[in-house]
């Protein structure tokens, strides 16, 4: 039911693809597959610029942001959601925010469902999403290395963490075979994206005696 | 060519002066702050937030390669905050509710444009 209120918001002139999230959980997405993690990232970085906001006293609740082609704009629901929708440039705002309304209690029922499942329905199938921590099938890798160095790199690089290390395990797993994959490797490429130099030797320290290099 | 600062001033009188506008901030693209007409130094700090945050997600590919050209913070009861993301600054738009934003946005973009 839910992905087709998406779709429905998907018929309305100028909108390509919508999704719903609690946190950075996903939960029905019409956005391709390969747009998960992207997503998740998104839902981060959405949720940090709202909340950042709120400390002035203000009750901002949507943010749109536009690139060469298209516009992203999100939009908060109650205490945990967020919609996200993939628009045209030139969208007719005024028709959105009139779906928005209309559509508002129907999200916030999915939110409030404690079981909803976490990946209702996905728009554009090709194969089941797969959540970043599952990417990786490294020798001496593991979900809890990968989740205890995301925490560590949002120390120093906030919420883009979490794109930052996906991107860079991904391609690292992409170039090398297995047995030839070195953990020094993986962390000097992360530290590349570290531009204060204090700030990556303190990373480089923590991280290596996490990964016990 | 105009001088950085020239550039500046022109931009921020310019845009100081349309109506709808009740202040703003020019920064760097890394956020850190060249200027403000506005007062409240909350809404300041969390503009010079926006436009540093951004470029890093521009680099790590959250947006396909693409460049964030304009952001818009909007709220229900208030007039939105406006970012416009120039090659090198971000000029933060504090605007009136009254006003109407999308013609505000055209002629910001057009003073940039000039200005540039």
Partial sequence: MMELALRELENMGGIRHACLMRRDELLVSTFPNFMYARLCGLAQLFNQMLSCIANTGRDYNEIQIELEDRVLTSVRLGEQGLIIIQTEKEVNLALIDQAFKTMKPHLLEVLQDKNAPQQLKFGVSVEPPVAIAETTTLVEWSDEKQQGLRLLLAEYIGPAALIVLSKVVQEWTDELPNHQRELSVLLERLLSFIDNKEKAEAFRLRASTFLNL | ?116
């Fill in chain 2, 1 to 116: 060519m105009k001088g950085a600062t020239v550039l500046r001033k022109m931009i921020v009188d310019q845009v100081s002066g349309m109506s709808g506008v009740e202040g703003l901030v020019l920064t760097d693209r890394s956020g850190t702050l060249l200027g403000s007409t506005l007062r409240d130094q909350k809404m300041v700090e969390y503009l010079s937030f926006m436009a540093g945050i951004l470029p890093m997600f521009e680099q790590v590919g959250f947006f396909d390669q693409q460049r964030v050209k304009h952001v818009m913070v909007r709220s229900p009861s208030g007039g939105p905050v406006m970012l416009f993301v120039t090659e090198y600054e971000v000029l933060g738009v504090l605007s009136s509710k009254e006003g109407n934003s999308q013609l505000l946005k055209r002629n910001i973009e057009k003073c940039l444009v000039e200005c540039s």
